[in-house]
């Protein structure tokens, strides 16, 4: 007899749905702000707040709504945590902390509040809540140093939140459990990078393999029914429904292949949360009505080979026959790539990969944010409403490398000019569209040398749109100039194009169930779209799909080392899909 509960009402937090009452709060609230009085007066004007959840973001309104003044004598409440901040520092064992070292930060920290009239606050807890390095304390100092007053007024109010929020989760016994275990497992799979001391892996590089076996292994120790690696490299775990086989799916995950240098959450947050909710379930031996099949997809960032989404478009039957012959800069083909990676390399595996949809209520994928609106919004969570289209070419111009010193500057054909001048158009033609983006992410001189005038030069251009005739009319603009400053320099171009992919609304449905979730939390539902491309636009071509952001640290920047999200969003999220799994299970 299978004992294991299916999980119905016991998922959904029986929040009685009442107002705390301002009696409970406000001694927390008061002590948590810093004996800032106001600050828990003024809830009593906000409405809804049931939990901590809530309690938290109404505390960001009513500061949000206080004049400068009073946010500024707020923040100079928390001198004491500024000044004992130093002190809670991880000791490291290097120069930074020596006297020197000190004397430079308290050298900044002197600068800082003489330019801005208050203290350097930041949630020196990190974000994992282990505490910050010097190293990162200092940056931020460094960084923070040059905002503009009221941007950094804004920025000091957000850890002030963040420290505040931090109080009131020990004073109600809310840690971020999940949130960390997440945390970790993400950090556990940045240990694995092609390079020393940033975070790169690419398609089935050693690194990347190494990562696949991990994600495997995590995959058995939490528990999935099922565990595998496909054809492409995709790692995939699947936890069976109630009902078993005749259960349906819910399909869910995201990439683990990286840009160079890039950040440790993007992709991963979106395997890993899904992992650790089903080692929830199954350490709790409960059934959802569907099922889970969670997919760690190999390759979306199109860093190795000219082509991307390539572990998702298997899944979507749109693997191109013609990608196993693309070659990596080294000369590798992607099908010696398989097979070097211990992968069959067979189209014919890769293209039966293709998952039938009517087997699925759909694809969920959750993900940083990687862009600054959520974080300028104070909130941790957003629902996704489309996915910018985009196209993605290869150019490589041709002129005439010659000596430079003895080439008139008259009569060059100098590639790198032309370049140059091609790359300020895209910035100012996609500049005029109100939300068309245009990137030279790419500029490789060949064979360049300091005296010689630049003869080749290889670049990329990756245009994107909500709509995706913007992002053809951007498209069209931006060739028809490229001949034109080719044609005036005598510099020949040719241009591949390596990704075409729509615009995908995310499925109406869906979208509701994550907002449905995010109100169940006791958070505001806001919705955006995303600039970033992500696997759930690929899984788009088949089947219905939404996403769910998690804000990111650092104004959300990302494909960059800062790259970083906070455990307490992370258990918010972690809940969200808590909360959209069981209101699916209750369709
Ligand atoms: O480029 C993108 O938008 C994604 O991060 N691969
Ligand atoms: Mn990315
Ligand atoms: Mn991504």
Redesign the pocket.
């Known amino acids: 007899m299978n004992t294991e509960r299916i999980v119905m009402g016991n998922l959904m937090g029986n929040s009685s749905g009442k107002d705390l009452e301002l009696g409970q709060i406000l001694d927390p609230v008061t002590k948590a702000y810093e004996n800032t009085l106001w600050v828990g007066m003024r809830l009593s004007a906000e409405k809804g707040i049931t939990n901590l959840v809530a309690l938290k973001q109404a505390l960001r309104v009513v500061v949000a709504r206080a004049n400068p003044a009073e946010q500024i004598e707020l923040i100079r409440n928390f001198r004491k945590v500024a000044e004992q901040a130093i002190s809670c520092l991880v000791p490291l064992t290097g120069a930074e902390e020596s006297d020197e070292g000190l004397a430079k930060l308290q050298a900044f920290q002197k600068a800082y509040e003489e330019k801005f009239g208050w203290p350097f606050l930041i949630f020196s807890e990190g974000p994992r809540h282990r505490g910050l390095s010097f190293l990162k304390f200092l940056g931020a100092l460094e960084a923070r140093i040059q905002n503009p007053m009221p941007i950094e007024r804004q920025e000091s109010l957000l850890h002030l939140h963040r420290i505040a929020e931090y109080r009131l989760s020990l004073h109600f016994e809310r840690a971020p459990d999940w949130g960390y275990k997440i945390w970790d497992c993400c950090e556990a799979l940045s240990q694995h990078s092609e390079e020393p001391n940033s975070l790169t892996v690419t398609f089935l590089s050693a690194t990347h393999q190494a990562v696949s076996a991990q994600l495997k292994q995590m995959f058995l120790d939490a528990g999935f029914d099922e565990v595998g690696i496909d054809a492409i490299g995709n790692v995939v775990g699947r936890y069976h429904g109630a009902k078993e086989a005749q259960s349906p799916y819910l399909l869910t995950g995201s990439h683990y292949d990286?840009?160079r240098n890039?950040g440790a959450f993007?992709?991963r947050v979106g395997i890993v949360l899904p992992m650790e909710f089903v080692r929830k379930l199954s350490s709790e031996r409960q059934r959802l009505p569907f099922g889970i099949e969670l997919v760690a997809f190999s390759e979306?960032?199109g860093v190795r080979f000219p082509a991307t989404f390539l572990g998702s478009s298997a899944l979507v039957g749109d693997f191109q026959s013609d990608w196993l012959s693309l070659v990596d800069t080294n000369g590798v083909s992607l099908q010696s790539a398989l097979s070097k990676g211990g992968l069959a390399a067979c189209l014919r595996d890769i293209q039966t990969l293709r998952r039938d949809p009517k087997n699925y209520l759909g694809f969920v994928e959750v993900h940083i944010e990687?862009g600054p609106v959520l974080y300028k919004c104070g909130l941790p969570l957003g629902v996704v409403t489309a996915i910018n289209g985009s196209r993605r070419y290869k150019l490589k111009l041709v002129g005439q490398a010659s000596h430079a010193g003895t080439t008139p500057m008259n009569d060059r054909r100098d590639v790198a000019c032309a370049a140059a001048e091609i790359i300020l158009f895209v910035e100012k033609a996609a500049g005029q569209g109100s939300s068309t983006v245009a990137t030279v992410g790419v500029l490789q001189v060949s064979n360049g040398s300091i005296n010689t005038v630049p003869g080749q030069c290889e670049l990329s251009l990756d245009v994107r749109a909500p709509e995706d005739d913007d992002r053809d009319f951007l498209v069209e603009a931006i060739f028809a100039e490229i001949s034109a400053i080719c044609k005036r320099r005598q510099v020949s171009f040719e241009s591949r194009e390596v990704l075409k992919i729509a615009a995908a609304p995310c499925d109406l449905k869906l979208r509701e169930l994550w907002a449905g979730a995010i109100q169940d939390l006791g958070l505001k539902v806001f919705e955006l779209p995303s600039g970033?491309g992500h696997d759930a636009m690929k899984m788009h071509q088949t089947m219905p799909q939404a996403m769910l952001f998690v804000r990111g640290e650092n104004n959300g920047v990302?494909?960059n080392p800062l790259e970083s999200t906070d455990s307490d969003d992370l258990q918010l999220a972690f809940e969200a899909f808590e909360r959209f799994c069981l209101r699916l299970g209750c369709q």
């Open positions: 990286t840009v890039g993007d992709g979306e960032e990687q970033a990302s494909h």
